[in-house]
């Protein structure tokens, strides 16, 4: 949700999550290795991730012959019920994720293992279009929110004449590129932990899950909550073996929280 501002300033309150890349199976490989080893299995799953996970978990017992009655559901539950998460890890998604705030990314960097991150450069992209994210206990209260945007638009204009200034000061540098980089770089020195952000995340489901796990929690901070919460509903539409399992609880102030009997996969 965008909110536009008498002082041209763009506030951002709810996160926006693209899921855009997701696995496939090449079944033509696999039948040649089930094949060569004496054996014939097909998956009742038709989500690559999901179809993965479980040829991971055959493979480590050949079991390929030994189906559990109930398919991939009942496998894949079997699986996070023993918490044979290791399995978990060759089921991967791409997302991007913008109408953050840089302080959510601080704490997103921090989930490294089973990650992989790009994130919007400030050093090549110009911040003067103003784009913020505001907490919401802050929103909710006529005063903090007048206070917070003052500020807002104080240090965002200060960062637009830094830009300016240090243009000139460097204009001596023939590369013009660079030119832009050095006034960028330096004047984001001002910019608040409030600006918007955008980063490309890949993770896999085992990483996926200890994020839901750990953000999507009424401990974690508001905004990334909201954005653990998004991402789980993806994931429960997009691989309900792996991702179903978790029960969204309302929290009574337009927030949720999830919860699993499988923790810690």
């Known amino acids: ?60 017992y050949m079991s390929f012959q030994r189906p559990r009655p109930g398919g991939n559901s009942a496998y894949l539950h079997h699986i996070k019920e023993v918490g044979h998460g290791s399995v978990l890890e060759h089921a991967v998604w791409n997302f991007l994720i913008t109408g953050v705030s840089r302080s959510l990314t601080h704490e997103l960097v921090r989930h490294r293992a089973g990650y992989g991150f790009s994130q919007l450069s400030q050093r090549y992209v110009d911040e003067s279009v103003a784009e913020y994210v505001e907490p919401d206990c802050i929103a909710e209260d006529p005063g903090l929110h007048a206070l917070w945007l003052d500020a807002v638009e104080y240090v965002h204009a200060a960062y637009v004449k830094l830009v300016e200034g240090l243009a000139r000061k460097f204009e001596s540098e023939p590369d013009k590129t660079l030119r832009r980089k050095l006034a960028r770089q330096a004047a984001r020195s001002v910019l608040p932990n409030a600006t918007e952000t955008k980063i490309f995340v890949t993770g896999n489901a085992r990483a996926l899950r200890h994020f839901i796990e750990m953000r999507a929690s009424r401990h974690a901070e508001t905004e990334i909550r909201k954005l653990a919460v998004a991402v789980l509903r993806i994931l429960q539409r997009e691989a309900p073996n792996l991702f179903g399992d978790y029960e969204l609880i309302d929290l009574g102030d337009g927030t949720f929280e999830a919860s699993t009997p499988f923790r810690k996969v």
């Open 1 to 60: 949700m965008a909110l536009e501002t008498s002082r041209d300033i763009r506030i951002l309150r709810e996160p926006g999550v693209y899921l855009i890349g997701r696995q496939i199976v090449d079944t033509a490989e696999l039948d040649r290795f089930l094949a060569d080893h004496g054996v014939s299995w097909q998956s009742d799953t038709e989500v690559a991730g999901e179809y993965l996970t479980e040829t991971a978990g055959r493979v480590c």
